[in-house]
């Protein structure tokens, strides 16, 4: 029972993280994040928070980062307003670095489908 509430948690969270960074957070470094997935800790205590750029630029990577600290505090609060629990869990946002390695091995794939064509 306990590990639906936590899936239940994190798809919330995720929704609620993306509304809010539309509407909410006016900070421009945060403009074109995406969050990928939310990770809650069983004692719904913690949560990590994976977001995605669609820049591959480490200033870019950097920038977003900075805005979505300094934002923590709002994005945390408007938790609190709109989910139901007891406790708002701290939040921690990280950078999926997913997207990133399925380029890369898309582009190994090509070269070698290039490389065999040849």
Known sequence: ?????????QQ????????????????????GVT???????????QATIYYSILSNLASDEQKAQA?????????????????TIY???????ERDKSIQ???KIDELINDLKRKDNQ
């Open 35 to 45: 969050i990928t997935d939310v990770n809650v800790t069983g004692d719904l205590q």
């Open 12 to 31: 919330e969270i995720k929704k609620e993280i993306d509304d809010i960074l539309l509407k909410r957070v006016r900070d421009p470094r945060t403009e």
């Open 101 to 103: 390695y399925g380029s």
């Open 1 to 9: 029972m306990a590990q639906y509430r936590v899936g239940r948690l």
């Open 87 to 93: 406790k708002t869990p701290e939040i921690h946002f």
């Open 67 to 83: 805005g979505l600290d300094k934002a923590t505090g709002l994005i945390r609060y408007e938790l609190g307003q709109r989910l």
